[in-house]
């Protein structure tokens, strides 16, 4: 255990990683201009202005492909729509101009449409669904739809082929735009503006501006999806002499009902050239000259002044796993690198295309403190998110290298608070849990990742609680069976039903330490669940703890439906007399199966004659008062047990 | 049954002694045996004939059965007890019978009433007093091993122990109770439990040297980390020593705040650098081995956390060996070897910080659940019972007050007094017995025996008859003890 703890190697030591496969394209150089569109997450490499070819590549397999065009002039971009069916370029200050795609080619037809206003300039425009698309001028937006058809030279109508449908005037210095949210930060002078785009509409929010006075510029901003929640990430650079130092990132929540709302602040501290990306709702703030990157996440609690929550990063800064490229070692945090929300790192003077990923089981030992790695690790999303978690949870309990039982008591709570809003979300009616709003519930996590992990009982059993026993079988430490407490008061504490399995291995560790003074005390306060089950484990326990076989009958009397239990218990201890006082005091709930046969055998194999007797004489009249008739009747196959009588007592007894 | 007047002599004790066989068997040497003798100014003469008399009956007696010694020796005035707790230790108590006066042809004549001096109770009572010195002390022959076989440090030792512990045992008001020595359960749901276990266990995760911790609350047990052998020992030595010894204390103690703590069995303040208070040795002897360990006691509102403090293990990361003499039990001026010590008081003053960050949440959980609990209590049930479990030791008792006036609630004493007989009986006729018996006056006493449970109840019914009896005592059981089985 301690030495996988201590090891070192590269797939533990790095939480950060670029892809394995990145997508390679042709270097930017003199006679080869690059583009990059965060919509289509397409790579444009043109040459020679297209007419050598445009090679578009993507992560998408579908939507790599080839094509020629004419080379008339510089351009500015190239983006295609999301359907692939439309090439839209921008040559020229004040125009777009757009290609069909037909049959993985360019048609040579071209139609371009001018922006309105006669002195704007296009800043960019953006693909907002299949047909429509927007442009951003420095005096506004406009939104057009682009009619499609087969242009075949008789309709040739470069004019008519694009409709504005709106226009929304305001003064643009620059703008970002996330595909993911589908939402548009516009920056007129010192405020900004969010703006949704939806299918067929675009909704401007009401503006907002920084606390503080610094000019921000488009490369301080990136607009990214964080917990669900349409995020904005301003970096706030201040100025320490000549050196600009990046004090913070601050977080603007974007809702359409609410605007932008400052909601997070991350602390860096750090100088120089950083670049962010988000990955698994995390912000990944990338430092150039120090060869870092510093991790954050705003689902962890931090210091709040009750709007805002103030976070410092997870870890120290660390770097990306050292990768090769080519067979050579790729340089890492290249001057060349520019960083694409959400993940993308495109270095254009390699020609390569990386996505960020990470490496979760690496972050185990770089944050020490357990309850914030759980707190971490709940939040994170992809395969090994959850056996992470179990991994630590594991690690939380094992003797000697655990945090202890306080630290523990608190995973627990974290865990089962949101086990809990898991169960009120799907399962309330199949567990029958009390309703909401019962007694001392205590508040459950405010903030529950949208894409919520679930630790439930029979993961913590499987891949916690019954690895850790059996890794300890032979020295049985307590502090298994501490936790387990533990467990079952934090689970309690949230009002969700114990599970069998668990009491039985908490039961089995009780008996293995042969604490069997404590397991009563566990079930006297009924820590342990009633249940027939459990019940016959603690009947099974009799020959090793003698009170087990009391506490199991008095268990079986409180479910109240297990009367046929309690009789063959009685019966297969020969208390032949008790049962058949029981029997008779729970009259009706098992007449119909009542068996003579059983009390007769019983009493027989017991040997006091006088109790065979007794049973006997008990059963004629129970006999006569049901049939008007000392007989048996031969269902009841008592013929052996009326001989055996008339043998012992004599026919006239 | 006949009902008697009160007495006008109540038992009492005449005399206490421990003897032991390996010494003074030359003839003018017998002194040599007795090693301790309540009363002490007895005269050294009148020692020697009652442990001589004594030895003789038991030698006498073994002659007919040598397997079991004899247990009690009844004559017209005293009943003389006998236990041998160790080979060749043997422990002696004789009981003066209860006298009433009696009016016989005009004469008041004294009757002995030896039936009220029930063999199972006093004797218990007798095995108790050895059990509580093995507790703090350690068996005879461990005791004479410490000393060197030097049979005086264990003389010392005894009347050091007996000589407070014989005034303390209270025998005119000895009951069922005595006999039977259960723990009383504080009724807690499941969820307030949990948490004191979890206390309890974080207590033991921090402090490795606190080998076992013992929880109670209003002087009723919740957790016990003893085997229940030494817990029935202890929760006798709380219950009858240690709490009825502290209860004016905490009226009088200025600094208390209902926050905060303090110790009962340790410092009494820790900002007081050289005062550690006592803190006893205690052993522990239901395990394999015997286990010697220290006992620190805290008091926090009504919650009182005992543990047993392994004195050999480094009781924290930071810990200087400081050596101190300290007291045993409550003999003041006891030296004890303390080669084994490690606590300091920065081991106190940590303990304390830890208690009082932890346990007062969970001890003010419980503190509500008990008002909400006694405050939705039937009022003053019509039926008085005593309720023993001997596989966990519960007892619930609504007959017999304690300590003081045992008699109240307007059970007669006559019925109390058939407890301890009814009790014998039930043991001698099996597995599942129920005994009814009528008094004089309407009132019937039912003892039950179901497996390991007993139940004993007090009913005044006018004219009833044993049928009605018997039905109103299965009802009693089904409507207050419907969560458990009773085998009729």
């Known amino acids: 255990m301690k030495t996988m703890m201590t090891s070192s190697n590269d797939e533990t030591d790095y939480f950060l990683n670029l892809c394995d496969d990145p997508i390679r394209f042709e270097p930017a150089s003199a006679i080869n201009s690059v583009f990059y569109d965060e919509c289509g997450k397409q790579v444009f490499a043109v040459r020679s202005g297209g007419a050598t070819g445009v090679i578009v590549k993507s992560p998408v397999k579908d939507n790599n492909h080839t094509f020629q065009m004419e080379d008339k002039g510089s351009l500015a971009s190239l983006k295609l729509s999301p359907d692939q069916k439309i090439l839209a370029l921008q040559r020229h200050k004040n125009s777009v101009e757009f290609l069909n795609v037909v049959n993985n080619e360019l048609s040579s037809l071209e139609y371009s449409q001018q922006c309105k206003g006669k002195h704007s300039i296009i800043l960019g425009y953006i693909w907002v669904s299949a047909r429509e698309i927007l442009f951003i001028t420095n005096n506004g937006l406009e939104f057009y739809h682009v009619r499609f058809a087969i242009l075949s030279l008789s309709v040739y109508a470069e004019k008519q082929s694009l409709k504005c449908l709106k226009t929304l005037s305001m003064n643009v210095a620059w703008y970002e735009h996330s595909a993911i949210t589908d939402t548009m930060l516009v920056a007129t002078g010192s405020a900004f503006h969010p703006v949704l785009l939806c299918p067929g509409n675009v909704v401007r929010l009401p503006k907002f501006s920084l606390d503080s006075q610094h000019t921000v510029t488009e490369r301080d901003v990136a607009l990214a999806q964080i917990y669900g929640e349409n995020s904005v990430l301003f970096l706030k650079h201040q100025l320490h002499g000549s050196v600009s130092v990046t004090v913070e990132i601050v977080i603007y929540t974007v809702t359409r009902e609410t605007g932008a709302k400052k909601s997070h602040v991350l602390k860096v501290d750090q100088s120089g050239r950083v670049a962010i990306n988000v990955v698994d709702n995390l912000v990944i703030l990338h430092h150039q000259p120090s060869q870092t990157s510093l991790t954050f996440d705003v689902n962890l609690p931090g210091e709040s002044d009750g709007y805002v929550i103030y976070h410092e990063p997870v870890t120290f800064p660390l770097p990306i796993k050292p990768q090769e490229l080519d067979g050579s070692p790729c340089t890492l945090y290249s001057t060349m690198w520019v960083a694409f929300q959400p993940d993308v790192i495109i270095d254009a003077k390699t020609g390569s295309l990386w996505h960020l990923h990470l490496n979760l089981p690496a972050i185990v030992q770089h944050i020490t403190n357990k309850l914030k790695l759980v707190q971490f690790l709940v939040g994170r999303g992809g395969p090994m998110a959850k056996s992470t978690l179990l991994r630590v949870l594991y690690l939380s309990i094992s003797p000697e290298i655990g945090p202890g039982m306080c630290i523990l008591a608190k995973i627990f709570d974290l865990l089962n608070g949101m086990y809990r809003v898991h169960l009120d979300k799907t399962v309330q009616s199949q567990m029958g849990l009390p309703a909401h709003g019962g007694p001392k519930l205590p508040p459950l996590p405010a903030q529950v990742p949208f894409h919520m992990m679930v630790c439930d009982q029979s993961d913590m059993y499987m891949h916690v609680f019954l690895t850790l026993v059996n890794e300890y079988k032979n020295t049985c430490p307590t502090n298994i069976r501490s936790a387990m407490i533990e467990y079952l008061r934090s689970l309690g504490q949230f009002h969700i039903p114990v599970q069998h399995f668990i009491i039985e291995l908490l039961i089995d560790n009780l008996v293995t330490d042969s604490a069997f003074y404590q397991l009563h005390q566990l079930l006297q306060y009924n820590v342990i669940p009633d249940s027939k089950p459990m019940a016959c484990t603690l009947l099974a326990l009799r020959s090793m703890y003698e009170p087990a076989h009391q506490v199991a009958l008095d268990m079986l009397k409180r479910l109240g439906t297990a009367n046929e239990e309690i009789l063959e218990i009685l019966l297969s201890n020969f208390q032949i007399i008790s049962a058949i006082r029981f029997m008779e005091e729970a009259e009706g709930s098992f007449q119909s199966s009542f068996a003579p046969k059983k009390f007769l055998e019983a009493a027989l194999t017991n040997g006091n004659p006088l109790v065979f007797h007794s049973v006997f004489k008990y059963l004629q009249m129970r006999n006569l008062n049901l049939r008007n008739s000392p007989e048996f009747i031969p269902s009841e196959a008592c013929d052996v047990y009326v001989n055996k009588f008339m043998e012992m007592f004599g026919a006239d007894a | ?488």
Request: charged residues 20%.
């Open chain 2, 1 to 488: 049954m006949v009902t008697k007047a009160s007495f006008t002599k109540k038992a009492s004790l005449v005399n206490f002694f421990v003897y032991c066989t390996r010494y003074g068997q030359e003839e003018g040497d017998e002194y040599q045996k007795v090693l301790y003798y309540y009363p002490p100014e007895a005269s050294e003469d009148s020692k020697i004939r009652t442990v001589g008399l004594a030895e003789a009956v038991i030698r006498f007696t073994g002659t007919f059965n040598c397997e079991h010694p004899c247990e009690y020796l009844t004559t017209k005035k005293t009943k003389q007890y006998f236990y041998e707790p160790e080979p060749d230790f043997w422990m002696a108590m004789t009981i003066g019978i209860p006298v009433t006066e009696k009016v016989k042809d005009g004469v008041s004549v004294p009757e002995y009433c030896s039936e009220d001096v029930w063999s199972n109770v006093y004797r218990s009572i007798l095995i108790q007093s050895y059990e509580m010195f093995r507790f703090f002390m350690g068996t005879f022959e461990s005791v004479l091993t410490k000393v060197s076989d030097d049979v005086n440090g264990l003389k010392s030792r005894l009347e050091h122990f007996y000589s407070k512990y014989v005034l303390t045992m209270e025998l005119e008001h000895a009951s069922l109770l005595d006999a039977i020595h259960g723990l009383i359960f504080l009724p807690l749901d499941r969820q307030n439990f949990l948490k004191i276990h979890c206390l309890v266990n974080l207590l033991e995760e921090q402090y490795p040297c606190a080998r076992h911790v013992v929880f109670l609350y209003n002087e009723m047990l919740v957790w016990s980390g003893l085997e229940q052998k030494d817990m029935q020992v202890f929760y006798r030595y709380l219950t009858t020593n240690l709490f009825p010894s502290c209860a004016p204390e905490v009226m009088n103690s200025g600094r208390m705040t209902p926050q905060a703590g303090r110790f009962l069995l340790g410092p009494p303040d820790v900002k007081e650098e050289e005062n550690f208070g006592k803190i006893p040795h205690v052993i522990l002897h239901a395990g394999p081995t015997p286990e010697e360990l220290q006992l620190v006691i805290y008091k926090l509102q009504n919650a009182c956390i005992c543990i047993f403090i392994d004195g050999t293990c480094r009781p924290g990361p930071v810990c200087f060996p400081w050596l101190f003499l300290w007291d045993i039990f409550y003999m003041d001026n006891f030296i004890y070897p303390t080669d084994t010590l490690q606590l300091t008081m920065d081991f106190f003053r940590k303990l304390e910080a830890f208690l009082l960050t932890h346990a007062p949440p969970v001890v003010e959980d419980v503190t509500t659940q008990q008002a909400k609990r006694l405050h939705s209590a039937a009022p003053d049930q019509h039926f008085k019972y005593v309720y023993f479990n001997r596989t966990n030791l519960a007892q619930k008792n609504t007959v017999i007050i304690e300590p003081g006036d045992r008699s109240s609630g307007g059970i007669p004493v006559e019925a109390l007094r058939l407890l301890p007989d009814l009790h014998s009986d039930l043991h001698h006729m099996g597995t599942r017995v129920e005994i009814a018996a009528k008094m004089t006056n309407d009132y019937w006493v039912v003892a039950k025996l179901s497996d390991s449970r007993e139940f004993y109840v007090v009913l005044n019914q006018k004219s009833a008859s044993l049928l009605e009896i018997t039905e109103e005592v299965q009802k009693l059981c089904r409507s207050q003890f419907n969560n458990i089985f009773f085998v009729d």
